[in-house]
């Protein structure tokens, strides 16, 4: 239950009690959404970032990850002059070099396949193929100082005759990798999804586990991304399987940690049949026992539009699969999803053409993703000069984190955004009042209180009022956040009436 705590005491008396009766009937929200767009629809856009030099670096396949502190971390790759991958870290006024993340050799570095990355605290993984294809090979790169520096490869796959592809990595509770790739013949023959996992931080693998039997078929799409997904206990891995040239997206799923993948999900419904690889993946956002996935598909009308499915994991029921922006001129090319949320908070971002300059458009809900449909679609890019092309998108802790490949400049390109307060609250982050930590797991602090007596109220991220509660004459208060789900929200502070300050809260779970 969420307290109050003046000083070095809880609030007392029949006031308190009702207060603290109607923060915890109010605080146990649904995550609330992060809104994308203007900065009337709740986010404040910071100037557009280079993250390196494109005459030097290039710009090829943008990753984004965020470590502990708020510092995001950008991977992408090089395709001319050697083909090679790089992660630059933010420090705090721009990106700091970037990193070489091959020491020797080659990897596959392409606008379809290319290092993947993944943070979690000061924990970061990367993984990449080295080429040539003959002697390849999947190869893990790790931080625990938040990207500052990386310990040196671990070779992943350990086989001796098949050919690994399109590795990707997520973390296990613990803070542990788990590496899927696709193995097949070095003839390109028999694709399939496998997975091996680390129990020690990445210095040593367990065998090798099928990921992609439980689909219909013997083949993968043998060029198409996959991701692997840890929530909730299951581990899912999410691709795209082709089955007899029907190439639609499934999901193989394993509740023992990743040691077998017993079960699969069809997440696409729109049949296209296709005798080579698209090219396209997908990417999907789980609530609770649902899989929301977004990918590209022409379906049986040969248009290319990005579509976003919802299905039941457990019971393996489709519930839609519904087209994320249909109403377009049939000329209209669509391409590139990437898909970002949590609870009730969810938003695709995704390239869009209708005249030869691609744009990064996105849709956005704060209410659920079946509202997705009832928001406008946003340019993202602003209406850039040349081809703006695919995007990555991270939601962290109440802030937006996009990146993508700027094909006029050949840079990569970085943008942030930041909550903003909804209206009636105040014009700033004003007030000299301090919160600590933020964001916060079980309690925060509110320090250097004016000597009043003072309204504390809190907002979810539309500015609507969950609690209001009073605090006399205290210089510092604790409000312990049990039973708050997490989420943005906005602590308000007043005293007869007048404004003293607005300050945003996250709380992490």
């Known amino acids: ?29 649904l995550f609330p959404l992060w809104i994308f767009g203007q900065s009337n629809l709740g986010l404040v856009w910071a100037p557009k970032v280079v993250v390196a030099n494109g005459a030097t670096y290039d710009n090829i396949r943008p990753q984004i990850a965020v470590v502990e502190g708020e510092l995001p971390l950008v991977l992408w790759c090089r395709s001319v002059g050697g083909r090679h991958g790089y992660v630059a870290r933010w420090n705090g006024t721009a990106f700091d070099a970037p990193f070489k993340i091959n020491p020797t050799g080659g990897i596959n570095a392409y606008n379809v396949e290319g290092p993947n990355i993944v943070a979690r605290g000061d ?7 080295s080429t040539p294809s003959s002697s390849a090979q999947v190869l893990l790169r790790s931080s625990f100082d938040g990207g500052q ?3 040196a490869p671990q070779w992943v796959d350990s086989l001796s005759t098949d050919m690994p592809t399109f590795a990707n990595v997520e973390i296990l509770p613990g803070g542990h990798p788990i590496v899927t790739y696709i193995r097949q013949t070095v003839n390109y023959a028999s694709p399939r999804w496998v997975v091996r996992k680390s129990n020690d931080a990445g210095q040593t693998w367990l065998p090798e586990v099928p990921v992609s039997g439980a689909a219909p078929g013997t083949d993968v799409c043998d060029c198409c991304t996959g991701h692997t997904y840890a929530h909730e206990g299951k581990v899912i891995e999410v691709f795209r399987n082709n089955d007899n040239n029907l190439r639609d997206f499934w999901a193989t799923i394993s509740t023992d940690g990743g ?26 956002v789980l609530v609770g026992d649902t899989i929301y996935t977004a990918f590209m598909s022409q379906g049986s009308n040969g248009l290319a539009r990005v579509w976003l499915g919802a299905a039941h994991l457990g019971t393996g029921q489709m519930a839609y699969n519904r087209m994320l922006n249909g109403n377009v001129p049939r000329n209209t090319i669509q391409n590139y999803v990437s898909m970002s949320g949590n609870g009730d908070t969810v938003v695709v971002a995704w390239m869009e053409s209708s005249g030869g300059n691609p744009e990064i458009l996105l849709r956005y809900s704060f209410t659920g993703v079946a509202d997705l449909w009832t928001h406008p679609v946003v340019n993202v890019t602003e209406l850039a000069t040349g081809q703006q092309s695919f995007p990555d998108l991270l939601w962290k802790n109440g802030a937006v984190h996009l990146v993508w490949q700027d094909e006029a400049t050949n840079q990569v390109v970085y943008r942030r955004a930041e909550v903003g307060i909804p209206a009636g609250l105040g014009n700033a982050f004003e007030g000299s009042w301090t919160l ?10 509110l320090d250097a209180l004016p000597s009043a007596d003072c309204t504390l109220s809190l907002m979810d991220i539309r500015g609507q009022l969950l609690s209001r509660m009073e605090l006399s004459h205290k210089h510092r208060a604790a409000l312990d956040l049990a039973g708050v789900k997490a989420g943005v929200y906005f602590l308000q502070l007043t005293s007869d009436g007048v404004h003293l300050g607005t300050k945003k809260l996250v709380v992490q779970r």
């Open 436 to 445: 600590y930590p933020n964001p916060a797991k079980d309690r925060v602090t």
């Open 259 to 284: 040691a077998s993948f017993p079960t699969a999900v069809d997440l696409d419904t729109t049949d296209w049949t296709l005798a080579a690889c698209p090219s396209s993946g997908s990417s999907s």
């Open 1 to 29: 239950m969420a307290k109050i705590l003046l000083g070095n005491r809880y609030i007392r008396g029949i006031k308190a009690q009702c207060e603290m009766r109607k923060f915890l009937l109010s605080a146990v929200f």
């Open 149 to 151: 520096t990386w310990n």
């Open 123 to 129: 924990t970061a993984y990367i993984v990449y193929v």
